[in-house]
């Protein structure tokens, strides 16, 4: 867009000289500098200066500009919007009569356009009084035929609302036609932030440029070394890029030339970009849909890619929505280091102003990140003003499902993240091998709820701070034998060894933390041979840890002693004795209402499940004497 109006900046002041002239042609070779500079500036409303203007009559007028100057609006960053070196064109003298103009031998050197926006918004490239917005297409019919042109050493420059220059810089340029319905053959050259880009058209004739009411057929290719972009389809206002609506083919065997394009050429990224979809411009609105290709050698889908330029005050938005198939991004993306850095934290700081905002969707059937492999991972997130937030990611990984969800508001310099993690049917003896560890006691399916609440200008800060509070809970499943009968201090195992395995009819662990200090209670695995339970406190800060666990009498078996054991002191060296529940201790762990305090979402998963409510455990149970009747009531 900002091609097209410089261009169809110069096209204006090159036909205005032309017409200011146009009474003076018989006169000889002339210069009308003055009295053509007097006729722009009543026209623009701006400063105009020419420092010659001749023109020599004939079939073919020729008409020479040198040192055009247009002057900037007020407010701009610098005094002049247009510098103009050199031009020359020749207009043949009946088109003017008839119209629309005829040229040829169009040469223009050394032009320089700046666009840009001053302190309140006012865009220096609206000439006059403003004017109401123009209902349907605008008015074509008398754009010129040009039948040559070349443009050389010429730039044009943006500046953004930040102060950050976008440079394009034309070498050269030209356009060829036989006449107004025959094709325009455009070529071009030069660089857009010093990445050498060429391009190459073939657009419609003059003759249907001129109908606005239709669309106009447009082919493009853009190079930049060995990466390309094809544009095949049609444009309703060619001169602006609007209205664009066709196929796009993207061809990037390297990361470099689109990276640096983007402003990011420091960025540490090794991926083939190959990709056909269909491209839309409207207004503010630039749209990739629909397209397919592969990133990397793997296959990626484009269901959305959308640029929306923010109206005036307004930042500009991104949404996408893409899919892949595979996606390693250990091969994707150099880890970058940073020397002399004791310990890493990321500052949790949220934009009040994000520009632009953001909506991402993300769909990946076999993922690979560091260690973890995932499958069927979704992830929904946004940015928006004073939040970050997650909508919602969830991945399959190590037979388990994990679904998360949570966000991080602005909280003064800092911000306050809320999360929430779950684990649905994690098979435990498959993550146990996914995470390299020794055979477990207990097997079967995990189900597991984590909500994290913390605040602070970092992330180190935020997680010393942290309020976490867990349920780990399992219904089903299978225990061995040996660790309910040592949990007990089954007499038996002085003469043998528990063999196999035992049914679990349920597990329940409930974690609160704030601060790094917290308590599991209760923590209870209830099986056919017997229940064990206990609670425990903690100081991560303190490294300190009191844990009672134990067996509870009234399950267990005849030659069952159930004396608890008491894990307390540092976690390096922690000291173990044998303990004796308390009164309060074995009511504690008897009432399902004294827990740790958990939010409510976190409490209802918990009670859903039986450990939750604690068999009865008296404080000083009867020893009855062995039966001796069946095997049964032996064991009994």
Known sequence: MLRRVAVGLGMAVVLLLVLAGGGLLLLGRVDLAGFAAARAEAA???????????VTPGRWLRLEVTGLRIGNVEGGTRSDMVELNRASAEVELASLLQGPPVLRAVAVDGLTVLLERTADRTRNWRFGAPKPPREGPGDRSGLPTLLDAALRDSELLFRTSRGHVLRTRLHHATIRTEDDQAPLLLRAAGTYNDVPVSLDATLGPTALLRDAARPYGTRLHLASGTTTLSFDGTMTDPLDVDGADGRAVLRAPTPEAILALAG??????????????????RGNVWRLSAAKGQLAGEAVTVRLAQFTEGGTGRPDAVAVDLGFGRLDLNRRLAAGRRAGTAEADLPLAVSDEPDPLL???LTVEDLVYSKLQARDVAFEGSLMPGRIAVESFGLTTSGARVIAS?????????????????????ELDTMRRAFGLRELPLSGRLNGWVAVAAEGATLNAAASGARVSAVVAMQGGRIAREVIETASIDLRLLFRSAQGTTPVSCLLGM????AGVGEVAPLRIRSAEGTVAGTASFDLNRRQVDLVAGSVRSTTDFWALDIPVR????????????????????ARLAAADDVAPLPARLRDFARANPCYQAAAIPASPPRASPPRTTSRSRRR
């Not at 623009?44 to 001749?54: A, F, K, P, Q, Y």
């Not at 050429?265 to 269909?278: I, N, V």
């Not at 949570?406 to 994690?426: K, N, P």
């Not at 173990?576 to 201790?585: H, T």
């Open 567 to 586: 894990v307390y002191g540092s976690f390096a060296s922690p000291s173990i004795r044998p303990a004796r529940w308390s009164e309060d201790g074995r």
């Open 406 to 426: 949570g966000q991080v508001d602005r909280r003064g310099t800092g911000g306050a993240v809320s999360a929430e993690v779950r684990l649905q049917d994690g």
């Open 511 to 514: 974690l609160d933390m704030r």
């Open 264 to 281: 990011a050429s420091e960025a540490e990224l090794d991926a083939s970009l190959d990709l056909e979809g269909r491209l839309e411009h």
């Open 44 to 54: 623009l409303g701006r400063r105009v200066t020419i420092g010659s203007l001749h």
């Open 359 to 361: 909506a991402a969707k």
